[in-house]
């Protein structure tokens, strides 16, 4: 079958294009910018925007499945890129899919689509939205660009809509590293005395690149899933990846609310320093720590995440190997 893939070269696109091709795909592999070299046939490199409309439907055509990936990840409380980008851009691709005649695209979009603060603690696909002008440009974002594809559905489009939690695990290649990825390597090496507490749904990114497939093939039309995976707090996990880089781990938690009442001071040394880690949008998500059902994927898409600990493991292998989960006899397939 031919498939597109939006964000092809990013973090979950790089693992979403192993399993398409693991399964027979041909597969386009959008990104603004692609690989000098390529080594896989089954893959087809080019260029695309997708706030350009008349880009989208030459690099779409033919494809009868679109995974559209691309979206800009940021945790300020402004940002006129990501809102573009996430909105414009996702109704953009979702215009060029219906003039392409794809037969189904699947959206990535993010649970921060779904407001944190306002669920009660516990999120499934009926929470309340991101609609609150306060919310952080990412998640404000995300859930505009879900209301821009459901236009383009009631003209015909047949989507599904995806809503991973926290995404991580190998493999990730990078430039920096997602943030989590990041702090447990640093674990892994014995680098974290200290973890802000709280916590978050935290899920394998091979799992949503899963999730996404079985979405395509089992999902309904217009119909979200959530793809989580465990709640787990940063600071078993960062002792997780200690213990599997042989060092020790984290001995002690900071409060979350201590460190946000400092944020005022915080937030402009973090802007001076060039991270966006330091900010209320960081400390807000582990602060509410929400429970994310994701009881809806399994029942109806068969997804199945695996264990925290597995990902920890794999991943802290990853560091030391890069090449130690990419070769024949060691592919897991999920």
């Given at each position: 079958m031919k498939v597109a893939v939006t964000g092809a070269a990013g973090y979950l696109g790089t693992n979403l294009l192993r399993l398409l091709v693991e399964r027979?795909?041909?597969v386009t592999a959008i990104d603004r910018v692609t690989p000098e070299r390529t080594e896989d046939p089954g893959i087809?490199?080019?260029?695309g925007d997708v706030l350009d409309p008349e880009s989208m439907r030459t690099v779409l055509a033919g494809a009868e499945?679109?995974?559209?990936?691309?979206?800009?990840i940021t945790l300020a409380e402004k940002n006129d890129l990501a809102w573009k980008v996430n909105t414009e851009g996702v109704r953009v691709v979702a215009e060029?899919?219906?003039?392409?005649?794809?037969r189904r695209m699947v959206h990535a979009s993010s649970i921060h689509a779904f407001n944190q603060y306002s669920c009660g603690g516990r999120i499934d696909e009926a929470a309340p939205r991101s609609t609150d002008p306060d919310l952080p440009v990412y998640d404000?974002?995300?859930?505009?660009?879900?209301?821009?594809?459901?236009?383009?559905i009631d003209q015909g489009l047949d989507a599904v809509l995806c809503n991973p939690t926290g995404v991580f695990g190998p493999l990730d290649f990078c430039k920096p590293l997602s943030r989590i990825n990041r702090t447990l390597r640093d674990a892994a090496q014995g680098r974290v005395p200290a973890m802000i507490?709280?916590?978050?749904?935290?899920?394998?990114?091979?799992?949503?690149?899963?999730?996404?497939?079985?979405?395509?093939?089992?999902?309904?039309?217009?119909?979200?899933?959530?793809?989580?995976?465990?709640?787990?707090?940063?600071?078993?996990?960062?002792?997780?990846?200690?213990a599997h880089g042989g060092?020790?781990?984290?001995?002690?938690?900071?409060?979350?609310?201590?460190?946000?009442?400092l944020i005022p001071v915080l937030e402009p040394i973090g802007k001076l320093l060039g991270t966006d880690i330091l900010s209320k949008a960081a400390l807000g998500a582990l602060v509410s720590a929400p429970v994310v059902d994701h009881g809806k994927a399994e029942r109806e898409l068969g997804y199945a995440p695996r264990p925290t600990?597995?990902?920890?493991?794999?991943?802290?292998?990853?560091?030391?190997d890069p090449d130690c989960l990419t070769r024949p006899d060691t592919r897991r397939i999920a």
């Open positions: 027979g795909h041909e087809t490199w080019v260029s499945v679109v995974y559209h990936l691309v979206a800009v060029a899919a219906h003039a392409a005649g794809v404000r974002s995300k859930w505009a660009g879900e209301v821009e594809l459901r236009k383009v507490g709280g916590g978050f749904d935290l899920v394998d990114v091979r799992d949503v690149a899963e999730g996404l497939i079985l979405a395509g093939e089992r999902g309904r039309t217009g119909e979200n899933y959530l793809l989580g995976g465990e709640m787990i707090s940063m600071l078993d996990l960062c002792r997780i990846a200690a060092k020790k781990g984290p001995k002690f938690t900071i409060s979350p609310k201590l460190v946000s009442g600990d597995e990902t920890v493991r794999d991943l802290v292998a990853f560091f030391a």
